[in-house]
């Protein structure tokens, strides 16, 4: 078990070096980081000086290796728009993508494996033929566009929600939370089920594949000649046959919901990570975009290190070896 | 004596769209207490239709469209699918092919055995244990109690396949119907599965339904046999006289197919009564043909020698050498076959039987030790142009009918590959007229050309294989397994084609079976293969009857008694 | 089991009776998906004969036209049968050219990304060691990044780096690449699994008998075989490009409002959503759903019938 976990460690340690690389070359490939901080007007004895400063005439390993060392430190350096600290920038908003995330990864779960499950037992009810469909459109709905429409009807139609921003916060320490109070779920209802709608569809409709190839199998046929109940062959045999593939997809779809809360937040103008990323890009505000790459790839390689931990719980062929 | 099961004109129909298959019509028969029927027929009789249909577990959209099957005096057609599931497993025990797919890979043993045992027993808690331990003894399971714990992959092909007979009869049944329950498993285990359902028909008053393509299987199990033929019951009878003095013609031709052991044939009697199995051969003139021409230099008289080859397998990867684990494949092997003879290679599986001629035909490169081909050393540089052009001269066949062919390429191009590459046709014209006389000659016919591979029978595909191996024009033709995925009467033509072509070329043919049997009909020398190494090699006549080593004796005690089948007549 | 005896003979008749062909025609769901994206494709590709206007043309374009609500409302105008958008121009013309730039774009970009991904995936498949761990190696650290993201990325940077001037010409071409060097990794997945299954199979063992060179083996027996699953990623491929497409444009980072796409169309019309001008955001909109909408269908069946288990 142990040496499991080293093993993937190590190979997260590895991703997470090739991404920084791929972040630090931003400073140097993307635009002149020396125009950014001091703007076009600047002498060219300003100019050395601050080259000076920030080391970049040093050698590019020693360069990475400074990098690198800040990084470990959360040490991202200032953002060239906002002239502040980019991790203060980050921690500020990381609490409102988080909790959009949460919110809506709980939906896409347990709804999504609940029909999953529903559609891959009852393959052939006319209700499951509907879930189906409807979830083909699923996926088939850009993010934004689910988002405008549901802002459209219960914003600016109907007039329940609000249509866009956070509110009813709480603060705990540097953490605002809008999960205690009504305001604040009023607000991130819509952001919520907007983001969660094109993974819900996604799990659902792998749950039901998986279970259904998992029907087809030999031992779902011995234990119906042994006389086992539906429900036996049904929860015991094959949704814990189906779990195994779907616990990495469902992994891989958190992540998913990440990138994706980049559009949402958009939309809504949430004001987290992902809204601040885009704005970001726009101006070229490297610090920021790098951050947010070794930020986004952190949370990747974690996410993808507890799916392997749980895989070797719910798997006894990786437990136990052969 | 009063009936368990009987069937009466039961016909099984799957309605598809290019109209209905009937896959069993009018099949009557009936077993006993204590009885044990075998169930024989090709693939495609509709044995284990048979076999599914009676627990209700046809594969949609098949249905029962005829007939009746009473179990103990009561129909079970037309019940509702709760009160079947009150008689599988309780009643009528179910047991599969594959032992490695028939059990839920993420449970452990007892939870298996345990729920099942709930369901039919009414047993609970540690009651319940207590009976699987039992049935796991029963099975001849040691250790049973802390084997409980163990999922199926940590135990062995032929321990899995207890397992599934100790859950089959956890519910205390009164018919066990085995579907091929010893085909997936090695032959030493194949013989202890076959006491361990005969002792318990005995001794617990079973019957036992065991369908079977292995005439074998049924010599030395079965009290009475059903003869299948495309869905059709053709003969039924007691085992000595059905094997003994078969009545109907298929039976005949059927048993006179079996590859025999007792005795070496000139050729294998063909069955001729199915249609369409005995083609015209259009032969051709081997000294005139393109076949003829290869260039052969007759060398020192050994056609391969091989020595002191070693092989291992890289199980487990790590960074450190001293950490990996590795499986030895192959280990200190040395021989030689001589140019013209066929050589034969058996073992059990995992005895690297099949490795070795995977080197010899250059797919494995060996760890150690020296392989020579007409002469030439292919092993220590096989880039080198010499040796490129001495493996030329070795072509396969292979096991499996279905993967060795190009399923994207039309016939014409899968034999003429070859002939393009080294350019040994003059033009196009010239390549597609061999390729049809090559076709011609293994029995197909020219005009198979233009079509795709799935669009013939595995014997069939079997002869296109041999076709792309002439193609090459090869001195040495390494056969691994060629008929063990092939029915027997099937098994019979090819093993004729590929001795007449050994006779007509004057090839050397090195022959990778399992089958006892069969590389005594085809072989004049033998050598056995145990755990990668050789046990021995000896004369094929010899070997039969007088093997030195143990092993050798222990797999010639192994093969399935065929004195039922009369005197084979040499 | 003998139902071999009648098969048809004729050309036709044998098209129709293969599995997958009949499997089609009896699937409603795909023959409609495939008419829709077959029209969509027809009236993108000939949008310059069909359409009404050139919405290009500064000529054909009145702003005193702007805003008018589709020809069956009130204030419509029967030349203008979607209406027209802020800057006066028709937006069922802008529709048929903006969708024809989203199929393209899509398009190009799924082409792009499944040639890269498919010779890859069969090298590292069948060359195997030091080669395709690198390959590898390199697809996992990409999919550490979610797909949409890296698009974002590397259109970013790649605009950063063409001058300013050069921005708006070349913004097509930087989307497709953004999306074409996201979308690789699936390809050579898919590919290198079906390369390791193919590659044991004893058709390529006896190709290398014969003494047929690596290249060769790879693709005349190795790829062919591996293209199923890859035209289903590639339908499936398609549909995301093109949502990848719209969703770049949406968020102000991919084709420019000059030569709209369907994304972009969206984007502007989604300012005059809360004016009560729904018709410049919801025709696009439908446009786009619909089209990503067909192909997923035709994806989804194309998979069900590739996959012989499930049929």
């Known amino acids: 078990m142990i040496f499991f976990v080293l093993k993937r460690l190590a190979q997260s340690v590895l991703v997470m070096a090739i991404v920084s690389a791929v972040s630090f070359s931003l400073f140097n490939f993307v635009g002149d980081p020396v125009n950014n901080m001091v703007g076009q007007d600047a002498t060219r004895e300003q100019r050395i000086e601050i080259r000076q400063q920030l080391g970049l005439d040093d050698p590019i390993l020693t360069q990475y290796a400074r990098f690198l060392g800040n990084a470990l430190q959360g040490d991202f350096g200032l953002s060239y728009r906002i002239k502040r600290p980019v991790d203060e920038l980050i921690l500020e908003r990381l609490p409102a993508t988080l909790e959009l995330v949460f919110v809506s990864a709980i939906i896409a779960l347990v709804v999504g494996i609940t029909l999953g499950i529903y559609t891959g037992i009852r393959r052939s009810a006319w209700t499951s033929r509907i879930i189906l469909s409807v979830s083909l459109v699923g996926v088939s709905l850009p993010t934004f566009i689910i988002g405008i429409a549901l802002i459209y009807v219960f914003a600016v139609h109907l007039r329940w929600l609000p249509s866009s921003g956070r509110s009813g916060t709480m603060e705990f320490g540097w953490w605002k939370t809008s999960l205690l109070t009504i305001d604040g779920w009023r607000a991130i209802i819509l952001p919520a089920i907007t983001l969660s709608l094109f993974q819900l569809t996604l799990i659902l409709r792998l749950v039901r594949a998986e279970m259904l190839e998992v029907m087809q199998t030999d031992f779902i046929k011995f234990a119906r000649a042994r006389g086992l109940s539906e429900r036996a062959i049904n929860f015991r045999h094959a949704l814990r046959n189906t779990l195994v593939p779907v616990i990495t997809i469902i992994g891989l779809n958190i992540g998913g919901l990440i990138a994706f809360s980049v559009i949402t937040e958009t939309v809504f103008q949430w004001p987290g990570t992902g809204l601040m990323f885009i704005q970001a890009v726009d101006f070229v505000d490297v610090p920021i975009m790098a951050a947010y790459l070794v930020f986004v790839a952190l949370l990747f390689v974690l996410i993808n290190l507890v799916v392997d931990i749980l895989y070797f719980v719910v798997d006894p062929r990786i437990r136990l070896g052969n | ?570 | 089991m003998s139902l071999q005896e009648n098969r048809p003979t004729t050309r036709w008749q044998r098209v129709r009776d293969n599995d997958i062909v009949w499997s089609f025609i009896h699937s409603p769901g795909a023959v409609f998906a495939a008419a829709i994206t077959l029209f969509a494709i027809l009236a993108c590709v000939f949008a310059p004969l069909i359409a009404p206007f050139d919405p290009f043309d500064p000529a054909q374009i009145s702003l005193w036209d702007g805003k008018l609500p589709p020809a069956w409302i009130e204030g419509g105008q029967p030349q203008y049968l979607l209406g027209t958008d802020n800057q006066g121009r028709d937006m069922l013309s802008t529709i048929l050219y903006g969708g024809r730039l989203s199929i393209m774009v899509g398009a190009a970009a799924v082409c792009l990304g499944m040639v890269l991904g498919v010779t890859l995936g069969v090298i590292s498949g069948y060359v195997g060691g030091v080669t395709d761990a690198i390959i590898m190696r390199i697809a996992d650290v990409q999919l550490t990044i979610p797909g949409i993201l890296l698009a974002i990325l590397i259109n970013g940077i790649g605009r950063a780096f063409l001058p300013l001037e050069l921005r708006q010409e070349f913004a097509v071409y930087v989307v497709i690449l953004a999306i074409g060097l996201t979308d690789w990794p699936q390809f050579a997945r898919v590919t290198r699994g079906a390369t390791l299954v193919e590659a044991n199979k004893e058709y390529v063992q006896a190709a290398r008998i014969i003494g047929l060179p690596g290249w060769l083996i790879m693709l005349r027996h190795i790829l062919p075989n591996t293209l199923r699953p890859v035209l289903v990623i590639a339908t499936i491929g398609l549909a995301l490009a093109i949502i990848a497409e719209a969703t770049l444009s949406f968020l102000g980072q991919g084709i420019p409002p000059t030569t709209p796409s369907l994304g972009t169309l969206i984007r502007v019309g989604n300012d005059y959503l809360f004016s009560g001008l729904w018709w410049i955001t919801l025709f696009p909109a439908i446009a786009l759903v619909v089209l990503v909408f067909a192909v997923n269908l035709l994806g989804d069946w194309m998979r069900d019938a590739l996959n012989p288990k499930l049929r």
């Open chain 2, 1 to 570: 004596m009063t009936e368990l099961l009987k069937t009466n004109d039961l016909d099984v129909e799957f309605p598809t769209r290019r109209g209905t298959v009937r896959a069993a019509r009018s099949v009557s028969l009936a077993v006993g207490p204590g009885e044990v029927v075998g169930l024989v027929g090709e693939s495609g009789a509709g044995k284990s239709t048979i076999g599914n249909a009676i627990i209700d577990l046809l594969e949609a959209p098949g249905r029962v469209s005829a007939g009746s099957i009473l179990f103990e005096g009561e129909e079970l057609c037309g019940r509702s699918e709760s009160e079947m599931r009150s008689i599988r497993g309780d009643r009528i025990g179910m047991i599969f092919q594959d032992p490695q797919t028939s059990l839920n890979p993420l449970m452990t043993i007892g939870a298996q055995l345990i729920e099942t045992i709930e369901k039919t027993c009414d047993l609970r808690g540690s009651s319940a244990k207590t009976r699987a331990v039992e049935l796991l003894e029963q099975v001849g399971i040691t250790e049973a109690l802390p084997r409980l714990a163990a999922y199926p992959h940590q135990f062995s092909g032929g321990m899995r396949q207890r397992v599934v007979i100790a859950l089959a009869l956890a519910g205390d049944p009164d018919l066990i119907i085995a579907d091929e329950p010893t085909t997936a498993l090695d032959v030493s285990i194949q013989a202890q599965i076959l006491d361990l359902l005969k002792r318990l028909c005995r001794e617990r008053d079973l019957g036992v339904i065991i369908v079977t393509h292995d005439i074998g299987v049924v010599a030395s199990i079965a009290d009475r046999v059903v003869v299948m033929y495309r869905g059709e019951v053709v003969e039924t009878g007691d085992v000595a006289q059905v094997l003994g003095a078969p009545r109907h013609e298929y039976t005949k031709s059927l048993i006179a197919a079996v590859p025999r052991a007792d005795g070496k044939l000139d050729r294998f009697s063909s069955v001729d009564y199915i249609e369409g199995n005995v083609e015209p051969f259009q032969r051709i003139d081997i000294q005139t043909h393109w076949l003829g021409q290869a260039q052969h230099e007759r060398t020192s008289g050994n056609a391969i020698e091989v020595e002191k080859l070693e092989l291992s397998f890289v199980l487990q990867k790590a960074i450190i050498k001293r950490n990996r684990k590795l499986v030895r494949a192959v280990a200190d092997v040395s021989f030689e076959v001589k140019e013209g003879e066929t050589f034969g290679l058996v073992g059990e599986s995992g005895s690297g039987k099949s490795t070795v001629a995977r080197l010899i035909a250059g797919l494995h490169r060996p760890d150690a030790g020296v392989i020579r081909v007409n002469g030439q050393d292919v092993s220590s540089s096989p880039r080198s142009g010499a040796a490129r052009d001495a493996r030329r001269a070795v072509q396969m066949i292979f096991q499996d009918p279905y993967s060795s062919l190009n399923a994207r390429m039309r016939v014409i191009d899968i034999v003429a590959e070859p002939i393009r590459f080294y350019r040994t046709a003059s033009n196009e014209a010239e390549t597609r007229k061999i390729v049809g006389e090559l076709l011609d000659h293994v029995g197909l016919g020219a005009q198979a050309s233009l079509r795709y591979p799935h669009e013939f029978s595995g014997g069939q595909r079997q002869r296109i294989s041999i076709a792309r191996a002439l193609a090459s024009r090869p001195r040495i033709l390494i056969c691994d397994e060629p008929t063990s995925a092939l029915d027997v009467s099937v098994q019979a033509t090819i093993l004729n084609l590929l001795k007449d072509l050994q006779q007509e070329l004057g090839l050397t043919m090195l022959f990778i079976s399992h089958d006892l049997p069969v590389v005594r009909q085809m072989c004049d020398r033998i050598a056995v293969m145990r755990h990668g190494s050789l046990c021995e090699v000896a004369d094929a006549e010899t070997l039969f009857s007088d093997p030195q080593h143990e092993y050798s004796r222990h797999l010639l005690d192994l093969m399935p008694r065929m004195d039922l089948l009369g005197k084979a007549e040499v």
